[in-house]
């Protein structure tokens, strides 16, 4: 099954017409600060050291539904019909890590999507492709090198352990990845992501679940595909509608958000 690691656009011939048309509308306004030299002209270039690269604020996870880690790398180093795809990181089921782009670099792997108030997660974020074809359980070797990166990763970037979600959480009309299958308790379980907690105060009147949605990141603008997305991580299933239960974990979710320290909280929340 070729290609079907998450077709995306060419980022950079997009983010070019980007460039030219702000160049274009500031040129209108009598100035050009940001654009580039070779696109906006006269510039004078006045180079400062005083900057450096922008690091990602969250992780997200794909798996790749692909037959294998050689297949997928294939899919993620090549120019495929669907367009060209990648990540940083892909984790074979045997456990064997790759890495295919340097954390500080743009991997192409989120597509349209949005968390938050953040709509490009390539800038935003570190892709990590799991190996698995869609249908079968995360192997334990898989899911303990994932723990050992997220540790390393972490720690490294200064990311919020909080903030590592699913491609379908950002993506809830177009993906589907991982799946239900997918151990987000355990992760939970070593410090990684948001999950309910073992006992949930009880949920006061007047609670809006979708208010909570919106808080922990959900797109809202496809409702139904939103709750989907919820169900998948949070309930290992893809009801689209609201089940017993639903309103615990959203505000149990929601109350671990607003009890982190102010500079913890996502900088997503709308
Ligand atoms: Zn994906």
């Not at 892909?90 to 782009?101: P, S, T």
């Not at 907690?197 to 949605?213: K, L, N």
């Not at 017993?244 to 505000?251: F, K, R, T, V």
């Amino acid at each position: 099954m070729p290609n079907r690691v998450h077709g995306l656009r060419e980022p950079d011939r997009a983010l070019g017409i980007v460039r030219i048309c702000a160049c274009i509308a500031a040129l209108a306004l009598g100035g050009c600060a940001t654009a580039p030299p070779q696109v906006c002209s006269p510039l004078e270039w006045r180079p400062s050291p005083n900057h450096d690269q922008r690091s990602a604020q969250m992780i997200v996870l794909h798996q790749t539904e692909m037959e294998s880690a050689e297949a997928a790398l294939v899919t993620l180093q090549t120019r495929n019909p669907t367009g060209r795809v990648s990540a940083h990181y892909l984790i074979g089921d045997d456990g064997r890590l790759y890495q295919l782009v340097a954390e500080s670099e743009r991997a192409w792997h989120a597509g349209a999507s949005r968390w938050g108030g953040v709509a490009d997660l390539n800038s935003a974020s570190i892709g990590i492709e799991l190996d698995n074809d869609g249908v079968e359980p995360f192997s334990q070797a898989q899911i303990d090198t994932l723990l050992r990166l997220l540790d390393d990763i972490t720690g490294r970037l200064d990311i919020p352990r909080h903030l590592v979600i699913g491609h379908g959480d950002i993506a809830p009309t177009r993906k589907r990845d991982p799946s239900a299958l997918f151990p987000w308790k355990r992760l939970a379980e070593a410090g990684y992501g948001l999950w309910p907690r073992a006992v949930t105060a009880p949920v006061p009147s007047g609670f809006d679940p979708w208010a909570a949605m919106r808080l922990i990141g959900y797109d809202l603008r496809d409702p139904a595909a939103a709750l989907r997305a919820f169900h998948r991580h949070y309930r290992g299933n893809e009801d689209e509608q609201w089940l017993p239960g639903d309103a615990e974990i959203l505000y149990d979710l929601q109350q671990q958000l607003m009890e982190m320290p102010v500079m913890e909280m996502p900088a997503t929340v709308p």
